[in-house]
């Protein structure tokens, strides 16, 4: 897993990832236990709030992904989740608290409480838009067209919308021309685009000053006086302003959720070839490092060198 780690740290630098979202999980959450009920943050006296940055973890999209296969997700599972990566959403929509000196109590107050419902409903549209992008991706009109015929996800139904399915644009029965069938994966590409725009619309490029601090000149001098033993006199060894120095561009993310997605969006306009999880309870598209990579995660190949060593036993 560590070649796909830093596959995927590749895809921003290390001070973006660290300055585009900074998110904090409480130290517990409550609630979603019953359907309806709402998992809320706990503050507890005398426990820290944990504050990370999500574009550090490299393979969040593809676990939160990993949430919405078919088969339905435990409420432990998805609490686990929570637990570890925190509410997906603010309940501000302002500069985030973590921007500024704030209490564990005001980070906490800040995430809005969601129920596992909806909560599944965001990991199956993840995992939704996942495999259209390995569908895009494999040419696989045929598995689009399964989507269009039979819409089971919010992902199919605009799908089907798009693919001009009410006025019979294609002939479901007769075998498609090259023409139809890149316009069918064209118009799979789009609504893929329009999905992930929509899913990241929070996040924006921004500017931010340059610290005189971190050029070149001023860092050398610093090294230098720490070299000789010498004070280093902060206010004296202040670089010249240099224009050209003034601004650099980084990311901001509003949220968890958009982090997410964002990972997602430099993951496919990076174009990583993806490959399917021969674990059948998962087979959820992933970005190989190496040609004889069968499975997306450790916890799959472990769980399938069981069943294999289980089988070979029973069969005995």
Same mark, same amino acid.
């Given at each position: 897993m560590s070649s796909r780690r830093e596959s995927f740290r590749d895809l921003l630098s290390v001070g973006d990832r660290y300055s585009a979202c900074a998110w904090s999980v409480a130290p517990g959450y409550f609630g979603g236990k019953k359907k309806?009920?709402?998992?809320?943050?706990?503050?507890?006296?005398?426990s820290q709030c944990h504050v990370y940055h999500p574009l550090e973890v490299p393979d969040l999209f593809l676990e939160f992904a990993r949430l919405g296969v078919k088969r339905e997700p435990s409420k432990e599972k998805m609490l686990s989740w929570i637990s570890k990566h925190g509410l997906l959403r603010r309940v501000e929509k302002k500069q985030p608290l973590w921007e500024r000196p704030a209490k564990d109590a005001e980070l906490i107050e800040n995430q809005e409480p969601i129920t596992l419902e909806d909560f599944r409903e965001h990991a199956?549209?993840?995992?939704?838009?996942?495999?259209?992008?390995?569908?895009?991706?494999?040419?696989?009109?045929?598995?689009?067209?399964?989507?269009?015929?039979?819409?089971?996800?919010?992902?199919?139904?605009?799908?089907?919308?798009?693919?001009?399915? !009410?006025?019979?644009?294609?002939?479901?029965?007769? %075998?498609?021309? &090259? =023409?139809?069938?890149?316009?069918?994966? /064209?118009?799979?590409?789009?609504v893929l685009a329009d999905e992930v725009n929509e899913s990241i619309s929070g996040v924006n490029l921004v500017a931010n000053p340059n610290s005189q601090s971190s050029t070149t000149e001023y860092r050398a001098r610093r090294l230098r006086a720490r070299m000789a033993g010498e004070v280093f006199d902060e206010e004296r060894n202040i670089p010249p302003y240099d224009?050209?120095?003034?601004?650099?561009?980084?990311?901001?993310?509003?949220?968890?959720?958009?982090?997410?997605?964002?990972?997602?969006?430099?993951?496919?306009?990076?174009?990583?070839?993806?490959?399917?999880?021969? !674990?059948?309870?998962?087979?959820?598209?992933?970005? %190989?490092?190496? &040609? =004889?990579?069968?499975?997306?995660?450790? /916890?799959?190949?472990?769980?399938?060198?069981?069943h294999r060593r289980k089988g070979l036993k029973q069969g005995s």
């Open positions: 309806g009920e709402k998992v809320e943050p706990v503050h507890k006296e005398g199956e549209r993840a995992r939704g838009l996942l495999d259209l992008y390995s569908e895009i991706q494999r040419g696989d009109v045929q598995r689009i067209l399964n989507r269009v015929e039979e819409p089971h996800t919010s992902i199919d139904t605009c799908l089907w919308e798009q693919t001009g399915r !009410n006025s019979e644009a294609w002939d479901f029965e007769k %075998p498609l021309s &090259k =023409d139809e069938k890149d316009e069918i994966i /064209s118009v799979a590409a789009s224009p050209l120095h003034r601004f650099k561009q980084g990311w901001s993310c509003p949220d968890l959720l958009s982090a997410i997605y964002f990972q997602f969006y430099l993951m496919i306009t990076n174009n990583d070839p993806l490959r399917k999880c021969e !674990n059948p309870r998962c087979n959820i598209p992933f970005p %190989p490092t190496r &040609k =004889d990579n069968r499975f997306c995660s450790p /916890s799959c190949k472990s769980t399938m060198s069981y």
